[in-house]
């Protein structure tokens, strides 16, 4: 819920939107309409299992397989090759025909070395796209399963709203378009000024989405006299904790 304070615009909002926060080990859901939520849930599946698939399929370490998934659109759009061997003495022309027939020999392979990687596996663009799609739209189903039985429907007018650290993940927007049918973007942040390009990453969106409704509700911190005004969010849930005591 924090994170549609951030991403979505009260138009979405009022025409009905579903935000999905794709997070690492959970996937929350959203629902609005006229401007107000209708209905959010939380499946057990986010980007942990995306890496692990790619671990698996790949052979390779977990740690490796996080980094060929942050690397994903680089290396499946050919933007990163290996480093050129600049111990090579031959002629220019030599070393341009070379890397023409390597690449004539693999093809869709991907050079997992430029991103300083060894395996003995080979990698195509298609076996890593395959992976990473089966395992969102495992994803997809449960949220799809989870709003129905909640008796909503997932595909709003307004479209699907992708947050969370999974959301810069390659091709996830055109996936969740064809799985749904209807309008998808990846929700980034806004509605804050200052330094906030650290916080900018749609991983980050349910921290500006808590920090723009404190600012929203008027929260007054004064740290030289070390005081906090707790009438506003803060207040409302300390006086929430109060109320479950005995």
């Known amino acids: 819920w924090a994170s549609s304070t951030a991403v979505l ?3 979405e909002k ?28 939380c499946i057990p ?5 995306i890496t692990s698939d790619i671990a698996i399929g790949l052979q390779v370490s977990l740690e490796d397989a996080e980094k060929i998934k942050l690397n994903m659109e ?11 061997n600049k111990n090579d003495k031959r002629p220019a022309l030599l070393r341009k025909v070379e890397v023409e027939e390597e690449e004539e ?10 991103i300083d990687i060894k395996t003995e596996k080979a990698v195509t663009k298609d076996m890593l796209r395959k992976i990473v799609d089966a395992r ?33 993940l390659s091709g996830i927007t055109k996936l969740t378009q ?21 916080i900018s990453d749609p991983a980050y969106s349910c921290v500006q989405g808590l920090i723009k409704h404190a600012l929203d509700d008027d ?28």
């Open 178 to 198: 064809s799985i749904f049918g209807v309008p998808a973007r990846v929700g980034y942040a806004s509605g804050l000024t200052g330094m906030v390009e650290e």
């Open 136 to 168: 969102c739209e495992e994803i997809y189903d449960m949220a799809k399963e989870s709003v129905e039985k909640a008796g909503f429907d997932i595909g709003m007018p307004a479209g699907i709203v992708i947050t969370g650290g999974t959301a810069l």
């Open 9 to 11: 615009t009260d138009t």
């Open 74 to 84: 680089a290396l499946l759009s050919d933007k990163m090759k290996a480093k050129d």
């Open 219 to 246: 929260v007054e911190i004064n740290t030289e006299n070390k005081k906090v005004d707790m009438s506003g969010f803060f207040g409302k849930i300390v006086d929430w904790f109060k109320s479950l005591l005995p």
């Open 45 to 49: 599946l986010g980007g942990v299992n």
């Open 105 to 114: 020999e693999t093809g869709d392979k991907i050079d997992l070395s430029a």
């Open 14 to 41: 009022e025409l009905g939107v579903t935000m999905l926060d794709i997070g690492a080990g959970t996937t929350s859901i959203s629902i609005f309409q006229e401007g107000s939520i209708i209905y959010s849930g």
